[in-house]
Structure formats: structure tokens, C-alpha cells
């Protein structure tokens, strides 16, 4: 699994106090980014030159509110690898409390800023193979 | 059906020139928050002074990227009502092509400032008969 | 002047039931992005082919808390207008009050992808013309 | 000087690949929230619960574009201390470059959830105290 921690800030949080939800997803895709980062060796910041990796399913149980301060541990594995797409699951954790669990699907693209046409292609067997190390079944 | 019309602005947009899906759910929060307002009669700006409403569980699966200058209908509709919560469909499309379309679960519950705690609550039998008119069997 | 009207939303608000400030910044972004689209007919959609407009400067006074439900009367116009470069007051009030007011300075750049550099580039003669009737002196 | 370092995430950049200002003024507000909580030991977590601290002028002046990956040393420091109110130098620098500077001042006020006004307090003696280390004269 790999995992990450994200305290949740005054910016997070809606009238209510606790984190409004579009906050949560971005905090998913900044796991997301450091898992391509740090695990992948797939900066986002290489990655985007040609590629891209849209998020084209998405599926979010949210059990428990989250609040200011709260240091929420984010773990992130694989539950499918396709040959140009990931799914992963997810978990947001606080002290013993799940506060959000789902599932995500990704594929890889390759961009063409000229066109409006987003077209799949296969993850190199170099990310192939670092992608497999967090498969969990 | 509860449709709104919302166009693709700059801050929407990611790097890649499409929608960054964390925004998308920024506008699936503005759609539901007219609907209260709009056809339930339940503004944000007083629900919040005892209610909320989090959402508790979201599917949503992106079908085509949608680009800046895009003009997107949201549609919104009651696919299950409980007691305290209520299961909305929802899709976004722009032209002929669904942009994304999923379901959002949400629930009614007591806020109390003072504590930590929130507390599931029913809708009131006014708000149940108008969210009855946006089921879809 | 430029005058748009927009409605405090659940997601421009924070813990204490205010907007955020970031959030106004968003809200002067989309009025900027509708000024060019409406008055200066250079839609963001088409400019970012080839241009960009970065914000260089930018000075705001927060006069009056903003609340969910407010609707906001956003307005622009411009205080100077350089080669490359175009400087704008703006306000934004709800019914007699003033709830921040600036000014916000903008240079036309031309993109090029492949590098990082970003050149200050006159705008076009006849977008000129169309900032020129938003001068107020 | 308080000093702290924030990457540029995918989420902060815009279609031009460069961060969106509006994202700069969240990397901002964090930075203040870090400084009440690290230095002045007035965590946003309990401040919030009867207090807030309104941004009421911002002044910016933006330098260089900042792009994905880069790492931001972000510095925070006082250059008028008030009653109830605070200015704050600030600078965002990558490598030898000044990626923005600017200026902006907070009032400490009494939050009363039950009414539209927000009032001026003084802050208590101990945080004068301790904002008074981060003076520069």
C-alpha cells in the first residue's frame, strides 16, 4: 500500500465545519500524483509533456465527517491493472476511523494539444511493472 | 428533471485543457444546491443555520473530456428517497455526448456547532412531497 | 463599466460563513474571462491557443463579509492601458454596500508550450480599441 | 522570518501549465494558518470556534510564473503590528528567483455565529508576544 498523510486545513472545510467533499478528491488526486511521483517514477510534471491520466471512474463511500486539524492517513493499492488503465482502492483514514473509502480507474493517454481527441495507449512495461508491486488481491 | 446549464471556465481546466475532475464535482454541488433552492424550497443559506446535507456516497463515471467554452447541462433526478436520505442520477452533457453521469447519495442530518456529532434526521413531510416529483421509476 | 452579477455559493464560504478570500479571486477571474468574451470578443477558449493574459499585480480591499445567498454585483473597467499591459479597477457590491474593491493588472503574453519563457506581446490593435471604451478617467 | 515549503501540484496549475493565482492565495492562506499554529500557537482548529481572523487587504505583485513540481519556499514575516490587526510581508521564491511577493493584513475578530457582524478584538497578550518576534523592522 502506499500510503500518505494530509492534515485538513481551514480550506477544506465548508460552514459546517467539517471537509466539503470536492476537497476530498482533491486530496485523491494529490495521493495519486505522489503515488506516479515517489512509487512510479512518473512525475506529473514529466507525464504531462504527452501523456495524460484521467480519471474515468470513481466510486466514494463517505463514513465519517472529517475536521480542522484532523491528520488523515491516505492509503492507496491496486485492485485491476488493464493494459492502459489502473483501478485503485482507497482509503482515508483518522485515528481508528475510516472517514472515506472507494475505488478509482485511471488511463494512461497520450495528448495531443492540437486535437480534441484523447486516445488510450498501453503504460510502458517499466511502469507496468512498478504498478504490479501495489496490486493487492 | 432538474436541469441547470453551466459553461466550462478557465479555472475548470487543468493543464491537459479538460476539465479537472475535482471541479466537476464542485458543479454537481452547485446543481444540487439549486435544486434545494430552486424546486425543494430549501436554500443553503438557511438549511445550514440547523441542517446539512453531506453526501455520503458518490459514483460517477467520466465519459468525455469537456474543454474550456463548453456549454454542459446538469441533470438531476430522485432515484431513491429513504427517510433521511435521498439517491439522486445525475448527468452532464454537452452537444450530443454524455460528459459524465452517475449517482449521489445524500442524507438530512441536525447540526449541532457544539458538538461533533452529526445526527441523521428525516426531511420534513413538506420537502419529502416536493423531492417525490423528481422520482424517476 | 463590465457589470456581472454572481451568487454566493456553498463552496465560495468558509467555517465562519464567509466567503474565502481565494474564492472572490476565482469570482474576479471569471469576471475578467467574461469581459474578454462579452466586451473584448477574445473568448479564453480561443486566446489560450497561442496567448495567455497572467495577472501581475493585484491589490484588494475586503471591506464587508459576503454570506451564502448574496448575489454580488461584480463590476470592471479600466484604469490604464499600457502596450502589453492593461490595469482594472473593480468592485463588488450587494445592495449598498461595498464588499471589496481593486485594481488588477494583466500583461498579454504569447505561449510557446515547449518553453518556460512567457513574452510580453501588444495586444492587437483592434482589442485595443474595444479596452479602450472601459477606460474611466 | 517564518518560513515553509509547498510544491506545485497538478491541481494548482492552469491550461497555460502555470500556477493560477487564485491557488497562490490558498498557498497563502495555509502559510498564515501554519504560522498561527506553529508560531504564534493559535491553531485555526480552536481559533475558529469563537474567533476568526478576516483577510481585509491584500496586496500582490506576481514575478515569475511558477510551474508543476517546482518547490516553493514560501516566507511570512510582520511588518505592522496594530491593536487588533496584523500586516504581514510575504515572498514565494523557487531557486534565486521571486516568484511573488506582497502584503497582507489580518484582523482578529470576535465571531458570533448567530449574527451578521464580525467585531474587531484585540488580540490577547501572549499572541502580541509572540507576534512581535516576526516583526521586521
Known amino acids: 500500500m502506499f500510503n500518505k498523510i494530509e492534515k485538513v486545513r481551514f ?5 459546517a465545519g467539517i471537509v466539503f467533499y470536492p476537497r476530498f478528491l482533491e486530496m485523491l488526486n494529490d495521493l495519486v500524483e505522489d503515488w506516479f511521483e515517489e512509487a512510479l517514477e512518473r512525475p506529473f510534471s514529466k507525464i504531462h509533456e504527452t501523456n495524460g491520466i484521467p480519471t474515468v471512474d470513481l466510486k466514494v463511500q463517505f463514513k465519517k465527517a472529517a475536521r480542522i486539524g484532523d491528520e488523515l492517513t491516505k492509503s492507496l493499492w491496486v485492485s485491476k491493472l488493464g493494459g492502459a488503465s489502473v483501478t485503485c482502492g482507497f482509503k482515508f483514514s483518522h485515528e481508528n476511523d475510516t472517514i472515506l473509502e472507494g475505488e478509482v480507474t485511471l488511463v494512461n493517454v497520450s495528448l495531443n494539444k492540437g486535437t480534441t481527441e484523447l486516445k488510450a495507449e498501453p503504460f510502458s512495461l517499466e511502469t507496468r511493472e ?3 508491486q501495489f496490486v493487492i488481491t
Chains 1, 2, 3, 4 share one sequence.
Open 11 to 15: 480550506k477544506h472545510v465548508d460552514y
Open 130 to 132: 512498478r504498478i504490479q
